[in-house]
């Protein structure tokens, strides 16, 4: 049974750089079926993809978030993990992170509890 | 303003079908299989349909999902109460090279 968990500072100042980690249980992230992505709900808006890595390190970013956008993988620790610079009021939401199934139309299958982010000073 | 469009909301009464569209484009759905997602805010989402048709296990067949050229549709049968939630559809765009969700529409079952 995959698990996957978000962790994190649930509050980041403006301006500052969001860092959360994402630990994969129950498979390998370096599973070639499989690749890992963010996913974020601000209040009041709809679902945004932020980003995803698969385990060679290959990454995908948002075309609108891709300037303040890093992902990682950590394949000695099964975890991957998500920063973004220049932190605003509009970047408060519930984060999630999510495993992409590549035999399933890329379809995000599986997914975190998620881990609330604040902006605030 | 999202790549992929949907409705902002539908609604119908318990017992009833609703259908909810994603238009997209050449470059997404036109292109790839389409997932469709229901939502509670606070909680993660949960993947409804995959490969545009395919549900996962344990997902009724009341939900079922299709496609014609550059557009997508998920139908649910014999509504409930308990499908009131938020529903995205989400593929991969060849020409953005990344995913794409819609805007999502609110169901409210009457």
């Known amino acids: 049974q995959l698990q996957l968990e978000e962790s994190g500072p649930g509050l980041v100042k403006p301006s500052e750089t969001l860092s959360l980690t994402c630990g994969v249980s129950?498979?390998?992230?370096?599973?070639?079926?499989?690749?890992w992505g963010w996913v974020r709900h601000p209040p009041g808006k709809g679902l945004e993809w932020i980003g995803s890595i698969y385990f060679t390190g290959d990454t995908y970013y948002n075309p609108s978030l891709k300037s303040r956008v890093s992902i990682f993988v950590d394949t000695s620790k099964d975890q991957f993990s998500l920063h973004l610079t220049s932190m605003t009021a509009s970047d408060s939401a519930l984060y999630f992170c999510a495993r992409h199934q590549r035999n399933r139309g890329s379809s995000l299958d599986s997914w975190g509890q998620g881990t609330l982010v604040t902006v605030s000073s | 303003q999202s790549v992929l469009t949907q409705p902002p909301s539908v609604s119908a009464a318990p017992g009833q079908k609703v259908s909810i569209s994603c238009s997209g484009s050449?470059?997404?759905?036109?292109?790839?299989?389409v997932s469709w997602y229901r939502h509670l805010p606070g909680t993660a989402p949960q993947l409804l349909i995959f490969?545009?048709?395919e549900r996962p296990s344990g997902i009724p067949d009341r939900f079922s999902g299709s496609a014609s050229g550059t557009s997508a549709t998920l139908g649910i049968t014999g509504l409930q109460t308990g499908d009131e939630a938020d529903y995205y559809c989400g593929t991969w765009d060849d020409r953005l090279s990344a995913w794409v969700f819609g805007g999502g529409t609110k169901l409210t079952v009457l």
């Open positions: 129950g498979d390998s992230i370096s599973n070639i079926d499989s690749y």
């Open positions: 050449n470059s997404n759905i036109g292109t790839n299989f």
């Open positions: 490969d545009t048709k």
